[in-house]
């Protein structure tokens, strides 16, 4: 079956860092995949995605570059913020599984001033 | 703009209580969800509905079930609650099969 493997948090960071969260996907066929954010007390929203091979997702500076070779799609931003203070889920969504979305366990981010 | 709502944010009730969660959209979307999110555990589906009428468990479905009698709203029942049913519950949506779910700002259900 499918599934997504998260980096372990929780991460901690000061403004300003470079952030890399790491995220590797099993999928039987071709995916899309899927950065999701959730701010304290709200339900999740898209951050990014890509669907196909080699796409690259981008927005509000974070970035994520689908890697079918590594079955890869890391998220990256350059320069880390206190408002960017959240948890991230990366996620898959295949054609074969009834529009059903396989989740990562969530990744938390804190950034300090 | 995509409106999930649910119907409350915050709950409490008692064991064996019947506890309805209802969840409504406005994009027309065929496919809703509901997810229970856990510390650590992540998210979790419980049941989904693809069309009016239909329903597929997920990979948690003992102690709830669904209802889906129009295309907008998807509501989900518990039956008789217990305190492991202390959670934060999300509803979302989806169109096509490939594309971005729509999530509800969640229901923060406490069973005491």
């Known amino acids: 079956g499918n599934s997504v493997t998260q980096m372990e948090g929780p991460v901690t960071l000061s403004e300003e860092a470079f952030l890399t969260i790491n995220c590797t996907y099993t999928a039987t066929g071709y995916p899309s995949l899927f950065w999701y954010v959730q701010y304290p007390g709200e339900g999740l929203q898209l951050l990014l995605k890509a669907t196909k091979a080699d796409d690259k997702g981008s927005n509000k500076g974070f970035e994520a570059t689908y890697r079918k070779e590594t079955t890869s799609f890391h998220l990256e931003k350059g320069s880390v913020q206190v408002s960017d203070s959240a948890v991230y889920f990366c996620a898959l969504k295949e054609f074969t599984n009834a529009g059903k979305s396989t989740f990562g366990d969530g990744t938390t981010l804190t950034v300090k001033p | ?112």
Request: aromatic share 12%; with cysteine.
């Open chain 2, 1 to 112: 703009d995509v409106k999930v709502t649910q119907s409350s944010r915050y709950l409490v009730k008692r064991t064996g209580e019947k506890v309805f969660l209802e969840c409504v959209q406005d994009m027309d979307h065929e496919n809703m969800f509901w997810y229970r999110q856990d510390p650590g555990l992540g998210l979790r589906l419980i049941y989904f509905s693809y069309d009016v009428k239909m329903k597929e468990k997920g990979d948690i479905p003992e102690g709830y079930s669904v209802s889906r009698e129009k295309k907008e709203r998807f509501s989900l029942i518990l039956e008789s609650a217990s305190t492991n049913q202390t959670s934060m519950y999300l509803c979302a949506t989806g169109g096509q099969v490939l594309e971005t779910q729509y999530f509800g700002p969640g229901t923060r259900l406490l069973v005491l």
